[in-house]
């Protein structure tokens, strides 16, 4: 049976250490210039979270919200007091100072993630950041992992799923970020 196409980004499934997801949660300032997505993986620009770009050795983390920070810089939750239906960090409607986005950081979790193609991917296989805009309807990204030039992620696990079989296009796999692409590797 073949893979349903349904691109959502990266999704945090756990972590290295076996805290969980939501403790190791934290939040940084947004850049100027794009729209980020719920699932969009995430690059460390000038001290603030931008958009994923492959072949950046300045992975940050994935996107899990964004919200609203008072007049002192202070984040407010991970919700926007003015409309509480915001699913996305609009660029063009909002002025990047004002935001914050809450990521889940590279360096301890294993990210889900939907293949672009038939890869055939096995344990220990490379593959790179397809960096596609996302959904304003929804606020889910639409990021998926392609063919590996430069390496930017491992895959860790092949995930059990009835309808997931990695033998076909749009296979799920569970990644982490390879330790020389991430915005604080030693």
């Not at 996302?134 to 992620?153: L, P």
């Amino acid at each position: 049976m073949a893979n349903k196409d349904a691109p959502r980004g990266f999704r945090a499934v756990k972590t290295l250490s076996g805290r969980p997801v939501n403790a190791v949660v934290r939040s940084i300032g947004v850049t100027d210039g794009a729209d980020l997505f719920i699932g969009d993986m995430l690059n460390l620009e000038s001290g603030l979270a931008a958009i994923g770009a492959t072949n950046d050795t300045a992975f940050l983390g994935v996107a899990v919200g964004f919200g609203k920070v008072d007049a002192d810089g202070i984040p407010l939750g991970p919700y926007n007091p003015d409309d509480l239906g915001t699913t996305y960090y609009d660029d063009s409607a909002s002025t990047h100072t004002e935001w914050v986005v809450y990521y889940a950081p590279v360096d301890d979790c294993v990210f889900e993630v939907q293949t672009n193609a038939d890869l055939d991917l096995a344990i220990g296989d490379n593959a790179d950041l397809v960096a596609t805009a996302g959904s304003t309807v929804t606020g889910r990204s639409a990021q998926e992992v392609g063919t590996s030039t430069n390496a930017d992620f491992t895959v860790l696990e092949l995930p059990h799923y009835p309808d997931n079989d990695n033998a076909l296009i749009h296979a799920n796999v569970w990644v982490i970020v390879t330790p020389g692409e991430t915005a604080f590797s030693g």
